[in-house]
Structures are given as C-alpha cells and as structure tokens.
C-alpha cells in the first residue's frame, strides 16, 4: 500500500470516527417540546413555522462557523447526519439550503465586501430565511439556460427582472408564511449595453418576515403529501431594483461561459451530497421503529406461548438488513463524500 493510501485510508478512518462515533450536540434538544411530533390540529403556517424554529434550534446546537462551511470540517458533516434530521426533513433541507447553496456561494466574495460579514452570520444562526435560486420553471437540469436577467444600470445597479412565465424561480421557499426576513442568491443573467455576460449571484432581499419586498412576487406551492410543510414557491422579479453592491462578481465577459456556470455553482455538488446521505438517519429511524415494534408485538407460538413477531425470520431479516446497509452507508458516504469534494475542489482550482 503506497503512502499516499495510507493516509487517504487513515483521513477516512478519522473522519468516520469523528461524524458517526463522537456524541451528538442536540441530546438535549431531542426531549425539547420543540422536537415532539406536531400537533395535527396546528395550521399549515404554524406547522410552517415549526419547521423553521426547528432549523433554528439545530442551527444554534451545532453553532457552525464560516469556516465550518467553506472547509466543510467534521462538525459540518455531523450536523447533516444528525437523528433529529429525520424527525423533520424540512428542518434540514432550510438548513443545508442556506449553509451549502447561500453561504457557500457567498463566502468567497466576503473578503473584498465586509457588508457580506453581518448576512453571512445571520444566516448561519438562522436569523434570516437564507435561500438559493438557481432552477426556473422551465430550466431545471438545464439550468445553464436560464433566461432571468440583471442588466446594469447608468447609476451602477441592476435592474432584476422574470422575462418569461418560465423563468420564474421553482422550489426555494419564499413566502412571509416563515416570519423570517428572506434574502435568496438569485442566478441571473448579467446584461451589460446589451451583451450577455453570463451568469452571477446576486444578493436579493426577497422579504421582511411579514411583506414581500418591492417588485418581488412568490406563489406558494401547495404541501407535499408525506413532508413536512415549508413554503416551498415560484418566485417572479418585476423590474427590480438592485444596489451594485448586490452583484458577488465581477463586470467581465468570462472567457469561456460553461466553466462560468460551473464555479458559480460550485456548491451545488456538496449541497446534493449532503442532502443524499440523510437518507442514513432516515433508514436508522425506520430500523429503530421496526425493531421497538417487533419485540413489542406479541403473538401465540406453536407451544402456545406468546412470543415476540422479531423471531420470525420474514420479520426479522430485514431488518438486519437494514442495519448492515445502514452501517455499509456510514463508511460509503465518508468514502464518495471526500473523494467528490477532493474533484469538486481541484477542479475548482483549475478553473480561477
Ligand atoms: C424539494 C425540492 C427543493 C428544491 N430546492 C431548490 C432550491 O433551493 N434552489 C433551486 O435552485 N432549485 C431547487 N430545486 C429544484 C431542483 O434543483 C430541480 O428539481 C433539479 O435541478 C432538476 O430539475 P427539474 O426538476 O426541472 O428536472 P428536469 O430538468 O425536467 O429533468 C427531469 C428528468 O429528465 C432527465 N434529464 C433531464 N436532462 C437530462 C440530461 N441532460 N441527460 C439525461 N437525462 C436528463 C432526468 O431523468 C431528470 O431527472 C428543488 C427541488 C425540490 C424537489
């Protein structure tokens, strides 16, 4: 085994040892009132905004830093496979949303605009609704063609706008049903005297936790059968007015347009990685159940004795199972999840 193995194979271990067999930082918050299942008599913005809250204390227990999410450390890996994701998958998605996609994205600009500094924090605390828009109605996996546009202004602004009916922005949460302040990473098209400069990030103020901001319109989609409700949206711009400051980039037509897209959403691949494996936590819930349920049923054996469904083998190889898939997961997602950040990060650099 060369050298150059030896200690990818020691990084894994590590790793493995540091997400999945340290104690968890959200014990306490488990017995919370928060974390108990919703009541079914909350409304859909009360369960709303359950979920939110729910963000917001995970948020708090891990207590990420900046650093936590651009180096993605240990602590970061932790809080995406954490149990409490399964209770409520809203939570973790809100949270994976803003750390990955909106904190991600905006982290490399905060160097040369300190304003960045205060959003960035509020975003990792969960004082705002931080929130990423890439996909259109019409653009999803084809997304390098999407049509809104940013064109700059005489003044050195931009004027935000939704040309079409399909370029509206599909999915991210948007409405004041979160009673947070919403600031999204809008994808746009940078206009400039009429030439298509490629696409940027732009920082776009979307609401106020109780009114949508000028120009900006979000309809809500209806729930989704089995997940927790959040305010998932189509969001319409509407000749926006945007400060220069607004746009994390620069002016210039980029040389080559594909590996423009590419590394402004360089997060993407993280952010669907992390997302992916919190299936583990999901699969361990489900075990645990199965199992609880298993020893607790009780039925009349051939000696007419009661005994436990588990002995049935039809009961209880699945779930074993299930529990050897889950532990295989375990050590695969450290294995896939470092090797794609290790291309994510080099191909990264080859591109600046
Ligand atoms: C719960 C949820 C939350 C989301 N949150 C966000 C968010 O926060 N921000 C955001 O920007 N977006 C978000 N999205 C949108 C998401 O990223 C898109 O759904 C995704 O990019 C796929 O786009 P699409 O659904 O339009 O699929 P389409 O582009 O319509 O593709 C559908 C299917 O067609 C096939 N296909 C398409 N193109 C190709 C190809 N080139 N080669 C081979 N097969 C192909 C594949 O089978 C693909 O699965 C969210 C979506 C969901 C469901």
Redesign the pocket.
């Known amino acids: 085994m060369s050298a150059t193995l030896d200690q990818q194979v020691s990084e894994c271990r590590a790793l493995y040892e540091q997400v999945w067999n340290t104690p968890w930082p959200t014990l306490e918050l488990t017995r919370s009132p928060l974390m108990q299942p919703a009541s079914l008599s909350l409304t859909l913005e009360e369960r709303t905004r359950l979920t939110y809250q729910r963000a917001r204390a995970l948020a708090h227990a891990y207590n990420l830093t900046l650093k936590d999410v651009v180096e993605m450390t240990p602590a970061f890996w932790k809080l995406h496979m954490d149990l409490l994701t399964a209770m409520d998958g809203g939570a973790i998605?809100l949270l994976s949303?803003g750390y990955n996609?909106f904190v991600g994205t905006v982290a490399p600009f905060a160097a040369t605009h300190p304003e960045l500094a205060d959003i960035i924090q509020r975003a990792l605390r969960v004082d705002i609704s931080a929130?990423?828009?890439?996909?259109e109605l019409g653009?999803?996996?084809?997304?390098r063609n999407l049509e809104t546009t940013a064109t700059l202004l005489p003044n050195g602004g931009f004027d935000l706008h939704t040309p079409t009916p399909n370029a509206a922005?599909?999915?991210?949460p948007n409405t004041p049903r979160n009673g947070l302040p919403t600031i999204a990473v809008v994808i746009a098209r940078l206009i400039v005297e009429g030439e298509d400069r490629g696409v940027r990030p732009f920082l776009v103020p979307m609401s106020d936790g109780t009114n949508m901001c000028k120009g900006v319109t979000s309809k809500a989609f209806p729930p989704?059968p089995g997940a927790n409700p959040i305010d998932?949206a189509l969001t319409y711009f509407n000749h926006v007015h945007l400060p220069a400051s607004a746009l994390l980039g620069t002016l210039e037509k980029p040389r080559n347009e594909r590996d423009n897209f590419l590394s402004t959403i360089h997060r993407m691949g993280a952010g669907t990685l992390f997302l992916a494996g919190g299936c583990i936590p999901l699969i361990k819930m489900a075990v645990y159940n199965a199992s609880k349920f298993s020893f607790r049923r009780h039925i009349v054996g051939h000696d007419g004795l009661p005994m436990p469904v588990m002995n049935f083998r039809t009961q209880h190889l699945p779930i074993l199972h299930a529990i050897a898939r889950a532990q295989v997961l375990q050590a695969f997602l450290i294995y896939a999840g470092r090797e794609r950040l290790r291309f994510i990060t080099s191909t990264r650099v080859l591109r600046r």
């Not at 653009?139 to 997304?143: E, R, V």
């Not at 922005?169 to 991210?172: A, D, G, N, V």
């Open positions: 998605n949303v996609l929130q990423f828009m890439l996909t653009h999803g996996l084809d997304a922005k599909c999915m991210p989704r998932h």
